[in-house]
């Protein structure tokens, strides 16, 4: 008999359950049988991955390791979250933002956030952002992609940007895909020409 685990008859858990040798026998029989049903190859392995992958990434539940710091962000529960992202899978939703390259997608945030522009930015990947200033408070949450900032520091999913009143920065958007980011901000922001 092949056994399921390399290096050992029975896992460690199977062997605890045994009240006799009888009993470890037949479990070590058990899961030989299930080894042999069980023999996935890379190529099944790699397609069935890559399926996972793309239900998730086309799903509501895609940012969910990410709702903990969205529901405090948005000031929203995560079924609220759930529904805005089953809505931002609309493309007709979005609408462009101040440059070419950047859409827009506007709701409504929770109390803690009445009264501010919330919602989510998307920029082409590869895209300069221009040097801008802002006129009020932005505060933005990476859920796609990343970019570095003027000062060539790097902002990657989950990690939280706050730029203040009165600011001015530049962003360079990365090359491997476009760049999806959650936004509270308070005022607008203003392109630098010149």
């Known amino acids: 008999m092949k056994p399921l685990f390399p290096g050992s008859e029975l896992p460690d858990f199977a062997s605890e359950q045994a009240d006799s040798e009888a009993d470890r026998q037949a479990l070590a029989e058990c899961f030989a049988r299930l080894s042999a049903l069980v023999k ?19 799903s509501e539940e895609r940012y969910a390791p990410l709702f903990d710091k969205l529901t405090r962000f948005f000031d929203l529960n995560a079924d609220a979250l759930r529904a805005i992202f089953v809505r931002a899978a609309n493309e007709a939703d979005w609408e462009p933002g101040p440059v070419p390259g ?82 509270v901000m308070a005022g607008q922001i203003e392109v630098v020409t010149g």
């Open 40 to 58: 996935p190859d890379r190529a099944s392995l790699a397609h069935g991955r890559a399926r996972l992958l793309a239900t998730i990434s086309q």
């Open 102 to 183: 950047v859409t827009l997608f506007h709701f409504q945030g929770g109390p803690a956030v009445a009264g501010l522009d919330t919602g989510f930015v998307r920029f082409r990947k590869g895209l300069p952002f221009p040097t801008h200033r802002h006129l009020g408070q932005e505060r933005l949450l990476v859920l796609d992609g990343g970019y570095f900032d003027h000062e060539q520091r790097w902002y990657g999913p989950g990690d939280l940007h706050e730029m203040s009143e009165g600011t001015e920065h530049a962003l360079q958007m990365h090359a491997d895909g476009d760049v999806l980011v959650a936004v």
